[in-house]
């Protein structure tokens, strides 16, 4: 039998437990004014020579914040003002997207690592 107490956690759920426990934060969950390109639907941090642009595309700075964090370039940010835990937290109670939508590795359903749980994955 395996057992994974966190993994019906929700993404609000994770951050009311760090509010709680006043756990530290990287400061990239909080939104600060980045370098960014859309790509698609998606917007990606450009802040040094590992992103290859397109002939189109220009760095814009945009407030933007990550909600969850993966290998460089594969999570995309999300625009935001959220700069404390209380924002954020504000900001989830409101959202109706999944942290996984901005993670292209996910592919093009934002619900993909979810159902991947439901199958069984985890």
Known sequence: MR???????TELDV???IERENIPVVPLYFASQRPTVMRGNQIIMVDDERYRLEANETPQ???VRFR??????LTAASESKA????EIIKELEEVSLSER????????REDSMERKK?????
């Open 61 to 63: 700075l945009r407030e």
């Open 68 to 73: 969850t964090l993966g290998c460089y370039p």
């Open 101 to 108: 939508a901005t993670r292209l590795i996910d592919g093009d």
């Open 15 to 17: 951050w009311r437990y």
């Open 83 to 86: 700069t404390t835990i209380a």
């Open 118 to 122: 439901i199958e069984g994955y985890f």
């Open 3 to 9: 057992v994974f107490p966190m993994s019906d956690w």
